[in-house]
């Protein structure tokens, strides 16, 4: 069940929030990424201090850091999951690019993370990943699917506030974790992915859908906060009033998570 408390305040020590990072070149050298918009949602909405998790072998590290984490945030991505990790046998083109280096980390931390009941919330590739890790599949290059609406942004040059307005609705499942975080039956939220859920992953509830009925959102029902959602509500989401709440809710589950571990 989830309890909804408020988000930690200043006077507390600031729950740590883990942030999985993107592989990304810089010029010749390898390097690691996080857009500033998850950072900022974190800190501004949530409450929560943030450490950035790099993406790649974490070289059995991952007991140790979540022994100090009190949540995780699985970004979205450019990239998508590797199709080895759910068994898809099609032209692997179809499903490119990869970071082989992110699926390593993400699914070695999401086993962890829903063991050890820390919160999570896992946006675009990150509630794929959970669907993967949880033994579900994704359709690639959704945009193709003639049953399908294109949810990818439309105008690829057009300004970050066009890019992240609301494209769609999203039709919230009545009595489950989104529609008591939002006391709301349909909301318009953005729309950036060509990937989505194909088969829902065990043990996962299908918290809204698009009107084509593309899975938008899911939650772990047996955990305590386990969230995913397929748009992206953290990009300036002091402002917003959908998503506010999530931000505020997985700040607070982490601070009830810090109090536990007290």
């Known amino acids: 069940m989830t309890t909804i408390l408020q988000p930690p305040s200043a006077a507390h020590h600031r729950p740590l929030v883990g942030v999985l ?4 070149m810089n010029g010749d050298l390898p390097g690691q990424t996080v857009d500033n918009k998850y950072l900022d949602a974190l800190r501004e909405v949530a409450g929560v201090a943030v450490v950035i998790v790099p993406a790649c072998d974490l070289h059995g590290d991952v007991d140790g850091l979540l022994n100090v984490l009190d949540g995780l945030l699985l970004t979205g991505a450019v990239s998508n999951v590797h199709p080895s990790r759910f068994g898809a046998t099609d032209d692997e083109a179809r499903y490119q690019p990869f970071d082989l280096g992110r699926d390593h980390s993400a699914f070695k ?17 990150g509630m794929q ?3 993967v890790c949880q033994g579900g599949t994704l359709a690639p290059a959704i945009e193709s699917d003639a049953d399908r609406f294109n949810h990818s942004a439309r105008e690829k040059h057009a300004g970050l506030d066009q890019r992240y307005a609301p494209a769609h609705t999203l039709h919230i ?10 006391g709301e039956s349909a909301v318009e939220v953005n729309s950036l992915h060509l990937q989505a859920i194909e088969r829902l992953g065990d043990g996962l509830r299908i918290e809204g859908r698009a009107q084509d009925g593309t899975i938008e959102a899911v939650s772990v029902p047996e955990h305590h906060f386990a969230l995913g959602v397929q748009w992206h509500p953290e990009f300036k989401a002091a402002d917003n009033a959908v998503s506010r709440p999530l931000f505020e809710a997985f700040g607070a589950a982490a601070l009830q998570y810090q109090r536990g571990r007290a």
Not at 173 to 182: I, R
Request: proline share 3%; net charge neutral; aromatic share 0%.
């Open 21 to 24: 990072a993107n592989a990304q």
């Open 109 to 125: 931390l999401i086993e962890q993370v829903l063991a050890r009941n820390i919160p999570l919330l896992a946006i675009c590739r």
């Open 129 to 131: 990943e959970l669907n």
């Open 173 to 182: 499942e009545g009595g489950g974790m989104l529609a008591k975080l939002l």
